[in-house]
C-alpha cells in the first residue's frame, strides 16, 4: 500500500489530476488509509494560503468564489477549491450547482474544484475538509478556497482551519446575523455584503461596522466589511485585494506562524479525543471490569463521578484499554 501510496503522491506532485482526485478520496474515506495518505503527503504540506468563504444558503459564495478564482488565475497563482456542502448527501463528483457556476474554470489545468458533502465518520465533516486541505496544499496549489454553507458549528470548526476568513451575506440577513452563530460573526476577517444590487446592502453594512466596533478585535487586523455584486462582478476586485491584505497583516506580523501552530495543536488534541471517545465507547460496549461499573452506575449505585474517577485511577482500565486497542487492527478507523 504504501508504495502505491508515494507513487499516487509522485503523481499528484506532478499535477496529475487523477492522482489528486484519488488521493482526496483516500483522505475522505478516513480510517487506516487516510492516516497513511496524510502522512505521505505531509512533507509537501504548509505553502498554500487558504481563503474559507462561508454565509447563508443562496448568498452568492460560489459565484464570488469564481470570480474569486480567476482573479488568482490572472495574478499566475494556482487554485485548488473544496465546495462543502453539509446539508447534502452527495459526494465525490461536483454538485450541480458549483459546475454551474465555476463552469469556466473546470478545464483549466491551474484549477481543481472538489465538492464534498457527506459527514464523515469519527470527526465527521470537519476532519474530512481539514485533510482534504492537506491534500490540495501538498498538490502545489498556491491558493485554496473552502466554501461552506454556514449554518451551523461544523461551518465555525472548518473556519477555524483557514488562514482569511469571507463572510458573505445579503441585504435582507439584517435579523439573519442576529441569529447567525455568534462564532462564526467572531472569527470572520472580511464581511462581505453581496447582491448590493438589492435594496438594504447600505444598512447592513452600517450594521456590522456598529457592531464590529463594538467587538473585541486584533490590533492587527480590523474586520473589514465591502459591499459586492458579484453576479455583475463588482467588487469582488476589492474583496481579492482585502484578502492580500489581510494575508500580508498576517504574516507581518508573525501571526500566521500562531495561528497555524495553534491550529495545528488544537487539531491534534481534537483528534486525539475523539479517537479516544471512540475507543471508550467500544470498551463500554463490551464485557469487562469498566462495562461492569458502567452497570452499577446506571442502576444508581454508584455515583457517576466517582466511578469514573476510580475508573481512572485503576490498573485494570488500563488493562483493559490496552486490549481493547489491540483489538483495532487500524488505527484511525472510522
Ligand atoms: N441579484 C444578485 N444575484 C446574485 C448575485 N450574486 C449571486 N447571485 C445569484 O444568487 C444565486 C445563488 O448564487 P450562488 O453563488 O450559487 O450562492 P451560494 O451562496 O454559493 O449558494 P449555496 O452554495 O447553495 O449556499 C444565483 O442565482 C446567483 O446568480 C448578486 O450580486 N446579485
Ligand atoms: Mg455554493
Redesign the pocket.
Known amino acids: 500500500m504504501s508504495a502505491q501510496l508515494d507513487q499516487l503522491v509522485e503523481k499528484m506532485r506532478r499535477g496529475e489530476r487523477r492522482a489528486l482526485g484519488r488521493l482526496l478520496t483516500i483522505v475522505e474515506q478516513g480510517g487506516a488509509q487516510a492516516v497513511q495518505a496524510l502522512e505521505a503527503v505531509h512533507r509537501y504540506t504548509g505553502g498554500a494560503y487558504v481563503i474559507g468563504v462561508t ?1 447563508p ?7 464570488t468564489v469564481d470570480r474569486l478564482i480567476a482573479l488568482y488565475r490572472a495574478a499566475g497563482k494556482s487554485v485548488g477549491v473544496l465546495a462543502v456542502d453539509p446539508t447534502s448527501p452527495f459526494t465525490g463528483g461536483a454538485f450541480l ?1 458549483d459546475r454551474i ?1 465555476m463552469q469556466q474554470h473546470f478545464l483549466d489545468s491551474g484549477v481543481f474544484i472538489r465538492s464534498m458533502a457527506t459527514r464523515g465518520g469519527v470527526g465527521g465533516l470537519p476532519r474530512m475538509v481539514k485533510a482534504s486541505i492537506r491534500a490540495l496544499d501538498a498538490s502545489a496549489k498556491d491558493i485554496i478556497i473552502v ?1 461552506t ?1 454556514g449554518v451551523g458549528q461544523t461551518e465555525v470548526e472548518v473556519m477555524q482551519v483557514v488562514d482569511t476568513v469571507v463572510v ?1 451575506l445579503v441585504p435582507e440577513a439584517g435579523d439573519a446575523i442576529q441569529t447567525m452563530k455568534a462564532g462564526l460573526l467572531e472569527i470572520a476577517d472580511i464581511f462581505v455584503v ?2 448590493a ?2 435594496p438594504g446592502a447600505g444598512r447592513l453594512v452600517s450594521e456590522l461596522e456598529a457592531m464590529l466596533h463594538m467587538a473585541e478585535k486584533a490590533p492587527w487586523w480590523q474586520p473589514a466589511v465591502m459591499e ?5 462582478d463588482v467588487g469582488v476586485d476589492q474583496l481579492f485585494r482585502v484578502i492580500q491584505e489581510h494575508e500580508q497583516a498576517l504574516k507581518g506580523s508573525s501571526n500566521l506562524t500562531r495561528k497555524r501552530r495553534e491550529r495545528q495543536r488544537q487539531e491534534f488534541f481534537t483528534t486525539l479525543e475523539e479517537e479516544a471517545g471512540v475507543l471508550l465507547k467500544r470498551l463500554t460496549a463490551r464485557e469487562g471490569e469498566v462495562a461492569a461499573v458502567l452497570t452499577k452506575v446506571e442502576q444508581g449505585e454508584e455515583d457517576p463521578y466517582v466511578a469514573a474517577a476510580r475508573v481512572l485511577s485503576d490498573g485494570a482500565f488500563l488493562r483493559d484499554w490496552m486490549a481493547e486497542r489491540g483489538r483495532r487492527p487500524n488505527a484511525g478507523d472510522g
Open positions: 454565509g444558503p443562496g448568498a452568492g459564495k460560489s459565484t450547482g457556476r466554501e454553507v458573505v453581496n447582491k444590487d438589492r459586492a455584486q458579484a453576479l455583475n
